[in-house]
Structure formats: C-alpha cells, structure tokens
C-alpha cells in the first residue's frame, strides 16, 4: 500500500472571508489564535467570543502533487481521514468527494477517477456544529446534562466541548489527526485480530486476518466508507496462489521469535507476562504481519502487544459480588484517577504532552486510568504509553450524561464508531475493559431527562444489545460493561454500594465530611473527588488585574464551572484551617483540602482490600486554567493531590484508622464534650511479594519530642491488607499531641504518615522554623518542630520533586528535582495558614 501524507502546504478561512495559515493536524482556534485573528479564549472571559466564531463555516484547503506513475500500480486510491471534527464536505478539484459527520470515526473517500496528473486541490468545509445543535434542539428537544449546549447529544462530537462543570464552551472543529492518500493495489489489511490462550508456561497466540479486496468497478467513483469486501484469510497457502500472509514475532529485547511463519497459531514458551505498574514489568512483543498476493507484498499491520490475561473477576461473597481486574490470575487493586481530554483546543495535543502527563501516572504510582465517555477516544499515543507504562485503561464509549435519539442513521453512525474504535485499540496491553456510557444508567433509571418510553427502550438497545454484539464479533476478549455507574445493567440498582462500581458525590456535591467515607466499602469506586484552586503561576495566566486574584472576583468565578463550588470549597475550609488571609495561602489550603480528602478516602479503600478493589478518582487533568477536581492542572503543574496520591497509591503504604473529633463529628459546645482517640494502623501490600516491615508509632508533642514509642514486626502476604491492633489513647492532649508512624523495610522507611486528633486549625503548632537548602540535585528542608502538610515551590511553581506536601518530625528531609529549576525557593507549612 502506498502513502502520501497531506499534512502541509494548508490554508483555511471563515467561509467567505480571506485565506490565512493553516496547520494539520490542528484545528479552527489553535489556526484563528496563531494568526492573531482572536484573542486567548482561556483569558478573563474571552471564552464568550471565542464560542460566538463557531457559529461560522471554516474551509480548508491545500494543493498537492499528484504523480499517477507512483500509483500506477493501484486499483484504487482513497481520501484517508484520520479525524475530522466534525461536520464537513469533502471536495477534491471541485468535486463533492463525500462529507463527515463524526467526530469519533475514520472517514475515507474513493478519488481515483478525480485525481488528475499534476497539481491537484482539497477542500473541506466544516459546517457549524453550534447552528446544528439549535436545529436538532427544535427538532428533538434537550434530553442530557444540564451544564451544556442544548442539543450537545445529536452531534457525535466530544461532548465537553459544550461545557461541562469543569469545561469551557469552546466547540472547536477541524482536520485534527493527520490525512493521506491511499494507494491500493489489489487489496489491504483491514484488521488483525490476536487471541491469546495461557497455560502450562506457554501463551498461544491465535491470528485472526480481514483483508479487504477490490470489488469489480464499473468506471465510476464511490464517495460511500465501504468500498470493498472483506475476508477472513488464512496463512496456510502451499502454492502461496491468491492473498495470504505470514507473521514476525520479535520478543522484548528485539529477538525473532518467528519469522515469515505460514500459521495462524504460534506457541510463545516461557512469556514474559505484562503486568500494571507497581506490581511487575511491562514487556512488549512485536508482531508483524504482512499480507501478499503471491509473491507481492501489499500490505503491512506492524503493533506491540503485551503477553497477558485481563478481565474483570464477578464472585458472590458475603458482601454482595466482587469487581475487580483480574490480570494474569491475579486480582489488582486499581489506583488511578479519570482522564478528560487535555486540552478545549485540540489542535495543540500531542504525542510528547501526552506522554508527560500519562508519566506523572506513573511517577505518582498509578496502576490505571479511566478515560471519560464525554471527551473522545484517545490517539493511539495514549495507549502506545499506557502499555508501556503499565496502566490499565477503563475505556468509556463516547456518551454521557444525556439520552440519545436512536434514529436509523444515528445508529447506523455510531456502529460504524464502535467497530472503528475497537479495532484500533483492542491489541493493546493496557485495555483493561470497555463501558457502555458515563452515568446514564443510573440518571435514566431515575427518569432524569427523558421524555418518552421509547427513550428507555433505545437506552437498552444501545448498551445492552448492540454494543454488546459489535464486541462480541471485534474484540469477544476483552470485558464490558454496561455503564458507570452500574451493577451489571439493566437499570438493577446501578449505584449499588455492594456490587459492581459506584460514583460517590456525598462528599463534595452532598456537603459530607471526609469521615463519611468510612461508612462504606464499595467494590470499585470510578468517580469521587473533591475541588482545589491551581497554582497561582497557572491563574495569573488568565488575567493581567491583579484584583482578579480574589475567589469570588468575576474571572474566578467564571473560571469555576461547578455553580457554588468556590463557596462550597470555603465552607469546607472553615471546618479544618484558620481564615487564610492571602490569596496564595487559599491555594495552598485549598489543595490540602482536596489532597486530605481523597486520602481519607483511599487509604479507608485500600485498608478493605478485598471487599474494595478499585479506587479511581475524579479526576485527573484539566483542559483549561480552571477551579476543578483535578490533581493537576492545565499548565502541568503538580496540586498537592498528586504527591498525596504518590503515597497513597504507593505499592506498599502504611496507614492509620484513627477516632478523633473529625470522625465523631463532636461539637465542643456541647456540656458533655467526649470522643473517643485511638489509633488502628494497617498495611496494605499491592505487590507479588511478601513483605517483612518493622512497623513504628510515636506519641509526640507540637515539638515533635517523643512522648511514647512503640514497634512491631509483621508480615504482610503478597496482595493484601493486613491490620494491626488497635490502640486507644485516652489521655491524649489533643490539642498538643499528635501520632506519627512508619514502616521500614532492610532498614528504609518506604512509607509513613502523621495524624491529628483535633482540627488542624486548633492544633497548637510550633513554628517549625523551615529552611531549604540545595545539595546537587536535592533540596533538604530542616524543620525545629513538627511541620505538616510541608510544602516547597520554586519561582514558577513548576517543580516536580519526589516527594512535596509531607509531614516533618522535626529534623531534615531530603527530596529530589525530577525537573523545573530551584530558582526562588520558598517553603511552609500548615502553621502558615491564617
């Protein structure tokens, strides 16, 4: 097969007006902000002007050399769209090619008897997808979340571009993954398809081929996406007469396990099994398949897989019924957080951006990610670094928070996404389980925005039938499930606390406090979280007032998606720190707010592993500067959630189930003021190895003095949690003392912690008299007293360290700079809120 790529010589325009530079892949804002033709739609409230430029129709165009001699060769030559967002016509040299109405779909168009020698145009002219949704709003009505335009769910476009509590409204559009031109002689390799079976140290792959032959023409151009027949091809051909193929299997290290092979079966001996983060490596092979006709080579599918068994395991316990991944026989916690797309403007993704974010996942010791139903499927890059950093992928279907007209050609449409997706993602390693939608089981269970029965009914054909079916014949291994929320379909109790996964919003939406949490011990819980501000360097970006600077200000608020989030997080905050009287010291105790509060619900998770076996948060990033739920921000800057995640997320983590004022809810103007203080330390062992630690706690004072010290040893069997006696306190001061405690292993501590009895803002903290000092690539901080929550920023609060926001006993620390500069280093800690 041959390629041209199309990716350079673009100009585009709003329709009618004049021509400017284009770049594709990119798209309408990223080309209209790199011209100067508007203005940052991230800035103050630029997003209302920049939303009103998608009611125009944008054209595209570019002029390529078209050579026949390079295609002579070829029966026949296809418009390959990689992705088009969303609602376009195609033309080539004039002439209508085809048009596009999905965001989610590769698009292809048959242009051999358009293309001409020489010289030749592509114009695309994507129609507003605003002035579509006004039109299908009239037509159907409004049937999904509240937060978004109107109509958002007629149009398959990545929803959060509408808006969402946490996203602008910024519906950009244009040629965001790269074209081509195809050249096909004979036929191509439409799908390889790889089973593999485990057992007795041998994994055995089975290949199952699709070539997609030429049909018989009759000298007239086909603008439809199915040009061909496809067939199931076979290696074994003994006369090597008509297509057939052979396959190149290449181990880890680069070694040809099998060459030009003639079979559909190859036995690996003694594979190197894939495994998520934290728990074992993450070896690749190669797999190479080359498709002939004869003796010609036609076509070559070349992708890395790991070696491995996934699913998800379902047991009747005395609990209810477990949901857990199952890999290689082996059920693994899953610790991880939800993934939005990472940017409203789409043009400006990448591979590279990518990568650094899915590695600060593995810097912060995830071992998985979901991927939201309401964005759009990733690039293949997202995958290509999940499986070779070992995280397991929850991958959502593209549908959320809405009910879907299901007209003939709406479904047609998105069956025709689901197979595009599934075979181009199903290889991979990393693909932990496929999920019918975001939330809708649950809502339409309620009756929330529908209108009419047939709505429900449509609903169970979507996920429950038709979906189901499209895997079964593309991708029967991998498992699905209905929906998340959900208990297994059918809209039988979908948020049920005892069985399948659960989205748990009392904490933040209800206005419960982090004790709640421990009220419940949910199998796999897909969505919790709690909202903080980003960094300060972050919102200076999107103002240059500093009277901006104010949570309640204008630009604060408009950058705050979630109605009464900036309140609710004060409200929150009067519970736990004094008033901060700076806006930096807001930011800052806003993010241990956050970072306490998804702690509190992790370690309770994982304390209970077993009963609960998935701890996802929401969520993982941003798209925007923007007040959210997320650990890290747009500019990729670490909140304090990501370095509490790094240790609550640790493979191995000492935690501690104390009974203090927060847990009892005491109220100290009450005439009877008693609760009850002790301490429940537990071990949590996520790894394939059992683990030998000397445990530690100490009583200490707000110096940091060791009032009482005790020490155990215990071990704790590989996948586990394994606790240890509880201890009460009764004489506690709680307003001076405090218990710290640690694991040490050979002689390291690999993990520990602090905790209060009281409220921190009424804990009589000493100050701790911080100092930073650098030694190479260290900074050690020294402390006189105990410190919490210790935080180190550098000038443009864009360091990475290997540890930040951790609680000191008095003495040195020392942290590493994974990356930014040590210029302008300044430190504290919780003494310095008020």
Excluded at 815 to 832: N, P
Aim: proline share 4%; aromatic share 14%; net charge negative.
């Amino acid at each position: 097969m041959i390629r041209l790529e199309l990716n350079h010589g673009w100009k585009m325009r709003p329709l009618g007006e004049a021509f400017q530079e284009a770049v594709v892949p990119g798209s309408v804002y990223t080309d209209l902000l790199r011209n100067g033709n508007m203005e940052d739609p991230f800035f103050k409230d630029n997003e209302i002007r920049a939303k009103k430029l998608m009611n125009k129709d944008y054209e595209y165009v570019c002029r390529f050399v078209y050579e026949p001699e390079d295609f002579k060769d070829c029966e026949r030559i296809l418009l390959h769209f990689d992705g088009l967002d969303t609602l376009a016509d195609i033309y080539v040299n004039s002439q209508k090619t085809g048009e596009a109405f999905s965001m989610h779909r590769i698009w292809e168009y048959e242009v051999q008897d358009i293309l001409k020698a020489g010289e030749n145009e592509l114009k695309v002219v994507f129609h507003s997808p605003l002035q579509f949704l006004a039109e299908a709003y009239e037509k159907y009505g409004n049937i999904g979340n509240e937060d978004t335009v109107e109509g958002f769910m007629h149009l398959r476009k990545a929803h959060y571009m509408f808006g969402w509590d946490w996203g602008a409204c910024l519906p950009d559009a244009g040629i965001f993954r790269p074209v081509s031109l195809l050249g096909i002689h004979s036929a191509r390799i439409d799908n390889v398809r790889i089973h593999q079976e485990h057992e007795s140290g041998q994994a055995v792959l089975t290949f199952s081929v699709e070539a997609e032959q030429n049909k018989k023409r009759d000298g007239h151009s086909c603008n439809t996406n199915r040009t061909a027949d496809k067939n199931l091809i076979r290696a074994e051909h003994s006369n090597q007469e008509g297509l057939h193929y052979t396959i190149r299997i290449s181990d880890p290290d680069g070694r040809i396990l099998c060459e030009e092979s003639e079979t559909d079966r190859f036995t690996v001996d003694h594979p190197r099994l894939w495994w998520p983060n934290g728990i074992g490596e993450q070896p690749l092979y190669e797999i190479k398949v080359i498709l002939y006709d004869r003796d010609e080579v036609l076509d070559i599918w070349q992708r890395k897989i790991g070696l491995r068994t996934m699913t998800v395991r379902r047991e009747k316990d005395q609990w209810g019924e477990s949901f857990a991944h199952e890999i290689n026989g082996k059920t693994i916690f899953a610790m991880g957080a939800d993934y939005i797309p990472e940017d409203h403007l789409v043009g400006r993704t990448s591979r590279e951006r990518t990568y650094r974010l899915l590695e600060q996942c593995r810097l912060a010791n995830f071992n998985s990610v979901r991927i939201w139903g309401g964005g759009y499927y990733p690039e293949d890059w997202f995958f290509d670094a999940c499986d070779e950093m070992g995280l397991v992928v929850w991958e959502d279907f593209m549908f959320a928070c809405s009910v879907y007209e299901l007209t003939p050609e709406f479904e047609a449409n998105i069956r025709e996404e689901f197979i595009t997706n599934i075979k181009r993602i199903r290889h991979h390693a990393s693909l932990g389980l496929w999920c019918g939608n975001n939330e809708m089981e649950m809502f339409v269970e309620q009756r929330c925005w529908v209108t009419k029965p047939t709505e429900v009914r449509d609903y169970l054909f979507m996920y429950e039938k038709m979906i189901p079916e499209v895997l079964k014949e593309h991708d029967p291994d991998t498992f699905y499930w209905p929906a998340s929320p959900s208990s297994g379909g059918s809209f039988d109790y979908p948020n049920d606390p005892d069985r399948g996964d659960v989205h748990y919003w009392e904490v933040w939406h209800g206005n419960k406090p982090f004790s709640e949490y421990r009220k419940y011990y949910f199998r796999y819980i897909s969505e919790f979280g709690f909202q903080s501000l980003p960094s300060l360097k972050t919102l200076e970006e999107i103002t240059d007032d500093p009277k901006d600077l104010n949570l309640f200000s204008y630009v604060c608020e408009k950058h705050e998606r979630n109605n009464g989030g900036n309140g609710k997080i004060v409200k929150y905050m009067q519970q736990m720190y004094l008033y901060p009287t700076s806006f930096s010291t807001l930011i800052y105790a806003s993010q241990l707010l956050q970072a306490d509060g998804i702690r509190y619900g992790v370690e309770h998770f994982r304390r209970n592993r077993g009963r609960c076996m998935g701890t996802v948060f929401w969520q993982l990033n941003d798209c925007w500067p923007v007040i959210s739920w997320s650990a890290i921000d747009s500019s990729g800057r670490w909140k304090a959630l990501l370095y509490y995640a790094k240790r609550f997320f640790a493979p191995f983590m000492i935690s501690c189930e104390e009974e203090s004022w927060m847990t009892q809810e005491a109220d100290m103007n009450r005439q009877h003021f008693h609760f009850e203080k002790s301490i429940r330390l537990n071990a949590a062992n996520e790894t394939l190895t059992e683990r030998t630690v000397k445990v530690r706690w100490a009583l200490r004072n707000a110096d940091a003095a060791i009032l009482r010290l005790m020490e155990e040893t215990i071990k704790v069997p590989a996948l586990s949690a394994v606790w240890m006696d509880k201890v009460e306190l009764p004489d506690l001061d709680y307003m001076n003392e405090y218990v710290s405690y640690e694991a040490e292993e050979n002689g390291v501590v690999i993990s520990e912690g602090t905790v209060l009895f009281t409220y921190p803002k009424y804990f009589h903290f000493q100050d701790p008299g911080l100092t930073l000092r650098t030694e190479g690539d260290d900074i050690v901080v020294t402390a006189d007293a105990y410190a919490k929550s210790v935080e180190i920023l550098n000038e443009e609060e864009d360091l990475v360290l290997s540890d930040n926001y951790f609680d000191m006993n008095a003495g040195e620390r020392r942290v590493t700079v994974i990356s930014g500069r040590t210029s302008g280093l300044r430190v504290r800690s919780v003494y310095d809120i008020h």
